[in-house]
């Protein structure tokens, strides 16, 4: 599990915690590296992890869901399938270690944006246009000049 701190890969467990089902184990850890403590909840890799969208229904997470809008998000960008199908992995995989169950769907959205920013700007934007619930054209906008300032690939944009 890396440090949230310093991207480190080992660290101690200080205290462990099972849930009354047993489907989860609560561990804190703390890196071998820069000493920063963390939680991380351990789940049965067999087991489905659980999100809870905004409307508080509880749904087993779905990589088939998740993998369309990434293809959707990235239509024309020439990112390979297998780019993307890694990038569902990694996104299950962090949520299945990094947050209490049911996981809330903005914090799944978050771990999705996160990794889209550094893997295609225009990405990005097209995915956060649709999770982040922009409230109006000038929020995108704002959106939009905030990723320009720091990188130019927003330029080709289509419309
Ligand atoms: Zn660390």
């Known amino acids: 599990m890396l440090c949230p701190n310093c991207g480190h890969t080992e660290s101690k467990v200080i205290d462990s915690r099972s849930a009354k089902d047993g489907s989860t184990i609560k561990r804190r850890r703390e890196c071998l590296s820069c000493g920063t403590r963390f939680t991380t909840f351990e789940r049965r890799e067999d087991l489905p992890v659980m999100v809870q969208k905004r409307s508080g229904r509880i749904e087993p997470f779905d990589r088939s869901k998740l993998l369309r809008s990434l293809v959707t998000a990235t239509v024309k960008r020439n990112i390979p399938l297998a780019t993307l199908q890694e990038l569902v992995d990694t996104i299950e995989n962090d949520i299945r270690y990094k947050y209490r169950d049911p996981v809330p769907s903005q ?24 999770y982040k619930d922009f409230q109006n054209l000038d929020e995108f906008n704002a959106e939009l000049q905030n990723l320009s300032a720091s990188d130019s690939s927003t330029e080709d944009i289509e419309s």
């Not at 914090?107 to 649709?130: M, Q, W």
């Open 107 to 130: 914090e799944l959205g978050n771990e999705v944006l996160i990794r889209l920013a550094k893997l295609d700007k225009v990405a990005y934007i097209r995915f956060a246009s649709v």
